[in-house]
């Protein structure tokens, strides 16, 4: 199985007002359908330390994620911004579609406003495959990501730049089911590991015809379930890519 370290994106400059000396930290936030994952990042991308997991919870409707993290907060100390990447459709920081979590979050939930107001902290929202993306690329010719956990996430970036909105997991792929549908957790206690592998096999092939990529990255849980021998330009990222690519979401911020 082919399996290399992906290098992490270009960070953002040190923020003035930060109240860290050598730049702001930033509380990096990983929503899952099974699991909320968060870990404090530098300036410049790396770990100031072990990722912290806490479950998902059962029911998870806007209000019972967010205080379930309030209470991952408190494993933290202090730290200047934060960083959400979020498992379905984001625009200006409101989510519109969260098929593996709650209804609650369609329709323009204001994720990025609510957490500000709760924590009096400045915090950007994104897609989860997007920021895991930030975390795992070179920025070198077209890349894309692939996340397989409870779902299947895409994101697509040229020369380092995220093309975005793409939602290849609702992509309708065999028998009307969506990618999601095959390849994420449901299809693969439905259909067993042997099976599962086949058909990400197959669908990986299509994938690379759809998309011509230089490089695709796979992340997520259900990576470790992969037995097949994976191309040259296919790389298993680590699950921590989903937090370490939070920093990026501030590049623009001087």
Excluded at 47 to 55: N, S
Excluded at 208 to 223: D, I, K, P, S, W
Aim: charged share 25%; with cysteine; hydrophobic share 35%.
């Amino acid at each position: 199985m082919t399996s290399k370290p992906a290098k992490t994106a270009a960070p953002p400059p040190a923020s003035r007002d930060s109240i860290h000396p050598n730049g702001p930290v930033t509380l990096s936030i990983d929503i899952g359908g099974s699991g909320l994952k968060a870990m404090l990042l530098d300036a410049a991308g790396k770990p100031l330390c072990e990722r912290q997991r806490i479950p998902t919870p059962t029911d998870p409707a806007p209000e019972a994620v967010l205080k379930a993290l309030d209470e991952l907060r408190r494993r933290f100390p202090e730290f200047d911004r934060v960083s959400v990447g979020f498992p379905g459709v984001v625009k200006h920081g409101s989510t519109y579609l969260a098929v593996n979590l709650h209804p609650e979050w369609a329709g323009g939930y204001p994720l990025q406003a609510e957490m500000e107001k709760r924590w009096k902290k400045p915090v950007r929202v994104g897609n989860d495959a997007d920021v895991a993306g930030y975390g795992a690329i070179k920025g070198e010719g077209v890349e894309l990501v692939i996340t397989l956990g409870t779902g299947m996430g895409g994101a697509l970036f040229t020369n380092g730049q995220l093309v975005p909105g793409l939602e290849l997991g609702h992509h309708p792929w065999r028998k009307g089911k969506t990618y999601e549908e095959l390849l994420g957790r449901r299809g693969l206690d439905e259909i067993g590991k042997k099976a599962w592998n086949k058909l990400l096999k197959e669908a990986l092939a299509q994938i690379e015809f759809l998309f011509n990529y230089e490089h695709l990255y796979l992340g997520g849980g259900n990576t470790k379930k992969i037995n097949f021998e994976l191309p040259a330009n296919v790389t298993i990222v680590s699950n921590e890519s989903g937090l370490l690519g939070g920093v990026v979401l501030w590049r623009d911020q001087g």
